[in-house]
């Protein structure tokens, strides 16, 4: 097996095109009459996305031995926990301004939100961040991904996959794949992100043990890959609403074939930029947005005089932009390497696999 790991541009080009699909999801209503979209199925994109990325970062460390489990969760819990952190304050705020000041209460949801410990009460799963459901099953597959998953055959995991698929799609009848954060769905996340992490891993495994050739035209793929993205993302929820196979047919078949054009491709100049600056902000924007939109909605609720039009919402949306770029650059990448340094240290010359590979 070639262990050469690679930066693949393009997938982090749709990483970030997945967040901001997921943004405009959540808008709250703000940027007008938005009718509702699969761009949930994104949430899935990530999970395939993961699957690649941490099989091609961290596999054969793993099955080598030159890392450990508990070293992995460690490298995870540093690439996602610094702005999720950053996140909870606002969310603390919102759910004072819901349900009133108590200061036990408060603390409990912080120290919750901090272990990802699902909350059985009111405001969901993790009501401090809603997104952040996501997040905790990226985890649990972290852990399963280092002591188990990497030792599986291509063909189990295809299996399990495919398993997994199946118990998602009777968790989604009579409705659609948006479930697994809600709290009478909870269960399915499990299944929904076992299904899609499982099909990146093999996907990795092939395009390892026969790798293709690149392509030519780069940057016009890269690009027609991201606009496919936007055009599925925003098929109307409501046209297969009741027929969860569609969603299990774009997670199994297009979403899969997306990223396997996607690996193929290089970009270069201006087009390798914006794919790259996409991965950076494809993070922030995804774990920060949810919680300003939902403080903002909810002070107009208690009466303050804040614009809600159109491009009121898109001074939003751009401002978040130019936050999750601050806090890219500024906040998470500065804190992520003083902690490695501080709990894993590394010769000065080497290269973190994640800055290599792509970080998930």
Same mark, same amino acid.
């Given at each position: 097996?070639?262990?050469?790991?690679?930066?693949?541009?393009?997938l =982090?080009?749709?990483?970030?095109?997945?967040a901001?699909?997921v943004?405009?999801?959540?808008?709250?209503?703000?940027?007008?009459?938005?009718?509702?979209?699969?761009?949930?199925?994104?949430?899935?994109?990530?999970?395939?996305?993961?699957?690649?990325?941490?099989?091609?970062?961290? =596999?054969?460390?793993?099955?080598?031995?030159?890392?450990?489990?508990?070293?992995?969760?460690?490298q995870?819990?540093i690439?996602?926990?610094?702005?999720?952190?950053?996140?909870?304050?606002?969310?603390?705020?919102?759910?004072?301004?819901?349900?009133?000041?108590?200061?036990?209460t408060?603390?409990?949801?912080?120290? &919750?939100?901090?272990?990802?410990?699902?909350?059985?009460?009111?405001?969901?799963?993790f009501?401090?961040?809603?997104?952040?459901?996501?997040?905790?099953?990226e985890?649990?597959?972290?852990?399963?991904?280092?002591?188990?998953?990497?030792?599986?055959?291509?063909?189990?995991?295809?299996?399990?996959?495919?398993?997994?698929?199946?118990?998602?799609l009777?968790?989604?009848?009579?409705?659609?794949?948006?479930?697994?954060?809600?709290?009478?769905?909870?269960?399915?996340?499990?299944? &929904?992100?076992?299904?899609?992490?499982?099909?990146?891993? @093999?996907?990795?495994?092939?395009? =390892?043990?026969?790798p293709?050739?690149?392509?030519?035209?780069?940057n016009?793929?890269?690009?027609?890959? @991201?606009? @496919?993205?936007?055009?599925?993302?925003?098929?109307?929820?409501?046209?297969?609403?009741?027929?969860?196979?569609?969603?299990?047919?774009i @997670?199994?078949?297009?979403?899969?074939?997306?990223?396997?054009?996607?690996?193929?491709?290089?970009?270069?100049?201006?087009?390798?930029?914006?794919?790259?600056?996409?991965?950076?902000?494809?993070?922030?924007?995804?774990?920060?947005?949810?919680?300003?939109?939902?403080?903002?909605?909810?002070?107009?609720q208690?009466?303050?005089?804040?614009?809600?039009?159109?491009?009121?919402?898109?001074?939003?949306v751009?401002?978040?932009?130019?936050?999750?770029?601050?806090?890219?650059?500024?906040?998470?990448?500065?804190?992520?390497?003083?902690?490695?340094?501080?709990v894993?240290? &590394?010769?000065?010359?080497e290269?973190?696999?994640?800055?290599?590979?792509g970080?998930?």
């Amino acid at each position: 097996m070639n262990t050469g790991k690679r930066y693949f541009t393009a997938l =982090e080009a749709l990483r970030g095109i997945a967040a901001i699909m997921v943004m405009f999801l959540h808008t709250g209503g703000t940027l007008g009459p938005i009718p509702g979209n699969i761009s949930y199925l994104a949430v899935d994109l990530f999970f395939l996305l993961s699957g690649v990325v941490l099989a091609n970062s961290y =596999e054969r460390q793993l099955a080598t031995g030159q890392i450990s489990p508990a070293g992995f969760l460690l490298q995870r819990i540093i690439r996602l926990y610094p702005v999720y952190l950053l996140s909870l304050p606002v969310g603390l705020v919102s759910y004072t301004i819901q349900f009133g000041f108590d200061y036990l209460t408060l603390a409990g949801l912080l120290l &919750r939100a901090i272990l990802f410990i699902p909350n059985a009460g009111t405001g969901g799963a993790f009501p401090l961040n809603g997104p952040s459901w996501s997040l905790f099953f990226e985890l649990w597959a972290g852990v399963l991904f280092s002591v188990l998953l990497v030792r599986l055959s291509s063909r189990i995991l295809l299996a399990i996959a495919l398993g997994a698929a199946g118990i998602t799609l009777y968790g989604a009848l009579g409705g659609n794949f948006d479930i697994g954060h809600q709290a009478g769905y909870f269960g399915f996340g499990f299944s &929904r992100i076992l299904f899609s992490f499982s099909l990146g891993i @093999c996907l990795h495994r092939l395009y =390892e043990v026969r790798p293709p050739n690149a392509v030519n035209r780069g940057n016009t793929i890269g690009i027609l890959l @991201c606009g @496919c993205l936007i055009v599925i993302t925003n098929i109307p929820a409501s046209t297969f609403y009741g027929l969860p196979y569609f969603d299990l047919l774009i @997670c199994l078949t297009i979403f899969p074939a997306i990223v396997w054009v996607a690996m193929r491709t290089r970009q270069t100049g201006l087009v390798e930029l914006a794919f790259r600056w996409l991965g950076i902000v494809s993070y922030p924007i995804y774990i920060l947005h949810a919680p300003i939109f939902e403080l903002l909605h909810l002070l107009r609720q208690k009466g303050l005089d804040l614009p809600a039009s159109p491009g009121a919402g898109m001074v939003v949306v751009i401002a978040i932009f130019i936050m999750a770029g601050i806090v890219a650059i500024h906040f998470d990448e500065p804190v992520r390497k003083k902690l490695k340094t501080m709990v894993v240290p &590394r010769p000065a010359s080497e290269v973190p696999a994640e800055r290599r590979a792509g970080a998930s």
